[in-house]
């Protein structure tokens, strides 16, 4: 029997790893995906040259519908999804941006995923949902707490409580989506904040991630503990060429160089 096709394609555009869900209609994750998508965010982890990544999905109607429940009903546990889980969500590790282009309906997984992803861009007619307490289950691939982190608590207790759906618009007001755009200009524009987030020193924009992610939860004075500690993304940073080069290209009135060294 031939391999089934991926339901995930992948795309390194100078540095830019483009990631786009390819099984309609829904782009439901079954094992095999999950772990592509996973080995996708690792690359991207791992290669100095690539330096942002966009995700999104083919077609209008959805973005993700989460876990293919026909993949469940037919046996498939959440036992083979890698060691990073269910679409690479329990991953603490992502030290580059992750853009998500949400292009239709994020249900579920899909939903956890840009709760996930550094910044989020949709379409006018994108909606949220967490549905799983009517299908008995909860969002345990960080969708429970990672919602009460990038929405108001209440909002994301109905969200979860009720499974109602999340506009754009909404997400817009509540400052969980950054930008609402055309469907038919939301690569370009994802790509455009792509090239501005390259533009910059690709160590700081490192050690900012990491930073961020280490002190989210923590009072002033734990994290500038954790700053003067230090933190590997952070110290490479500092050591590197890179943090000269920014305030020498800025005292020559000429654009900087990155290296990445």
């Known amino acids: 029997m031939s391999a089934q096709?991926?339901?995930v394609r992948i795309e390194a555009k100078g540095p830019v790893l483009e990631i786009t869900f390819d099984h309609p209609p829904a782009h439901a994750f079954n094992e095999q995906a999950s772990q592509d998508?996973?080995?996708?965010?690792?690359?991207?982890n791992d290669t100095p040259e690539l330096r942002c990544a966009i995700v999104t999905a083919t077609g209008d109607r959805m973005f993700s519908a989460g876990w293919d429940l026909k993949a469940v009903a037919a046996g498939e546990t959440s036992e083979n999804f890698g060691p990073n889980g269910f679409m690479g969500l329990k991953r603490t590790d992502l030290i580059k941006p992750v853009i998500a282009a949400v292009n239709g309906l994020a249900v579920g997984g899909g939903f956890e995923f840009s709760l996930m992803a550094t910044?989020?861009?949709?379409?006018?007619?994108?909606?949220?949902?967490?549905?799983?307490?009517?299908?008995?289950?909860?969002?345990?691939a960080g969708g429970l707490w990672r919602a009460h982190r990038r929405l108001p608590v209440n909002i994301a207790s109905e969200l979860l409580l009720t499974g109602r759906r999340l506009s754009a618009e909404e997400g817009l007001r509540l400052g969980f989506v950054n930008r609402i755009v055309p469907r038919d200009q939301l690569m370009d524009e994802a790509r455009a904040i792509a090239a501005q987030i390259v533009s910059c020193a690709p160590l700081a924009v490192e050690a900012l991630l990491?930073?961020?992610?280490?002190?989210?939860?923590?009072?002033?004075?734990?994290?500038?503990?954790?700053?003067?500690?230090?933190?590997?993304?952070?110290?490479?940073?500092?050591?590197?060429?890179?943090?000269?080069?920014?305030?020498?290209?800025?005292?020559?009135?000429?654009?900087?160089?990155?290296?990445?060294?």
């Open 5 to 7: 096709p991926s339901r």
């Open 37 to 44: 998508l996973d080995a996708a965010l690792t690359r991207l």
């Open 119 to 140: 910044l989020v861009i949709c379409a006018p007619h994108v909606e949220f949902a967490l549905p799983e307490l009517q299908r008995g289950f909860i969002p345990e």
């Open 210 to 261: 990491e930073i961020t992610r280490e002190v989210e939860a923590l009072s002033d004075a734990e994290a500038f503990a954790v700053l003067k500690r230090g933190l590997p993304a952070h110290k490479r940073m500092r050591a590197s060429d890179d943090f000269l080069e920014g305030p020498r290209a800025f005292a020559e009135k000429r654009p900087p160089r990155w290296t990445g060294k």
